[in-house]
């Protein structure tokens, strides 16, 4: 049990008539691997009888794009910039709320708002990991993160991470001997990679009979590296392979955009580079794809890679812990050394291409229904924490499915 379980509560928190009442804060509601997982557990939550609640740090897109879902299955949106403000204004709201269960998505800073929660008497409070963090930091940095992982250790009851390396370059090398550590995998839901869409992907970007059209689903951040894809078309081209890239998400303004349309153009390739922004059907795009390459050089369980093997699509990806996790449990995954030479990924996207046209989407589906990244996992996982005590065969001193933990 966690040394936190007995702190002292404020009168009525935990009240079992009614929902389970969970906040949970995130940088901002977009269109990301986060946010889009956290939006398609919220209909199998309240389902279950859990109530959730979004605050969103972010001052450049407010309440966002997916706040609709929340506010759909009983939840409000509530943005709360990181200014002087913030704490007030999130200790307020937590006195109006008087959640169970407060979740954090933000690595080391959701020291800062859970230890607000522990001061406001929130029974369950909850440090998610979501990538591995290890990018070197300027001296300022180290010191927030050190001051803010203080925090994190005196205030969290669980601590989580989407794969082991979240844990381990996010929270601490020794995170297996802390009790409140597990890993707990992000659920994919099929239902939504297939839904349908409106686009036939080909016509849309004018690719020709033959021509390999690749996908890469991601922000513009230049951790994702979506600059890599003209060199790779080049390649490809060199090889004897036409091919056209797609990029799909989010801008950053234009700093990433403009950097890989510079590089179409310097390869020559700027008609056969293809970018369309955020898509709601990502799924239906995804069917459609001879391959799928996803460069970046930081994440923790990367969606870009499981969403397309849950489909059948074969995968590039840059050789990190996160996929190599994906790919120790499903097929589909080429991984390529992070500073590979493009000759060596347009060979991988020609091996990755070979898997596609040799598996079928159901046989895909199927196999992914049962594996450790099914929904229905995550969902057990996340209700033996949230409801522990309505859930007697899922206490924290027994390991939830589709969950790793420390040792008890």
């Known amino acids: 049990m966690s040394p936190f379980r007995n702190d002292p509560v404020l009168p009525g928190v935990y009240r079992p008539d009614r929902p389970c009442r969970v906040l949970r804060i995130v940088g901002e509601l977009n269109f990301g691997g986060t946010e889009m997982r956290t939006a398609e557990l919220l209909p199998r939550l309240a389902t279950a009888g859990v109530e959730v609640h979004l605050v969103t740090l972010s001052d450049r897109i407010g309440s966002g794009p997916l706040a609709e879902s929340v506010i759909r299955h009983g939840g409000l949106v509530t943005p709360i910039a990181l200014d002087a403000r913030f704490a007030p204004r999130l200790f307020g709201l937590l006195r109006r709320l008087r959640p169970d269960v407060v979740h954090v998505d933000c690595a080391n800073f959701s020291g800062v708002p859970l230890t607000l929660a522990r001061l406001g008497g929130v029974p369950v409070r909850v440090a998610h990991f979501r990538g591995d963090d290890n990018v070197r930091r300027s001296l300022r940095r180290r010191i927030s993160r050190w001051l803010c992982g203080r925090l994190l250790r005196a205030s969290a009851t669980d601590i989580l991470g989407v794969s082991p390396s979240a844990l381990t370059f996010g929270y601490d090398v020794a995170w297996q001997n802390d009790n409140r550590c597990r890993v707990v995998l992000n659920g994919l839901d099929l239902d939504r990679l297939w839904a349908p869409g409106r686009d036939d992907l080909r016509a849309l970007v004018g690719a020709e009979p033959g021509a390999l059209v690749c996908v890469s689903v991601g922000r513009a951040t230049p951790e994702k590296r979506r600059w890599l894809l003209p060199p790779i078309l080049a390649e490809l081209r060199s090889l004897g392979v036409p091919a056209h890239a797609v990029l799909v998400g989010p801008g950053d303004g234009a700093d990433d955009d403009a950097r890989v349309r510079a590089a179409a153009h310097a390869a020559g390739l700027a008609d056969r580079v293809h970018l369309i922004g955020p898509r709601d059907d990502v799924g239906h795009l995804l069917r459609q794809a001879d391959v799928v390459v ?36 499903l097929p589909g995954v080429t991984v390529v050394d992070t500073d590979a030479p493009p000759r060596v990924w347009a060979e991988a996207v020609r091996t990755a291409a070979a898997y596609t046209a040799t598996t079928t989407p159901q046989t895909a589906a199927a196999r992914f229904a049962g594996s450790v990244f099914a929904i229905d996992a995550a969902l057990a996982a996340h209700l033996a924490i949230y409801r522990p005590r309505d859930h007697p065969t899922a206490q924290r001193s027994r390991q939830p499915v589709g969950s790793e933990r420390g040792p008890r």
């Open 294 to 329: 996803h460069p970046s050089c930081l994440e923790g369980l990367p969606g870009g890679v499981l969403e397309p093997v849950a489909l059948g699509i074969g995968t590039v990806a840059a050789d990190l812990p996160g996929v190599r996790f994906i790919e120790a449990h």
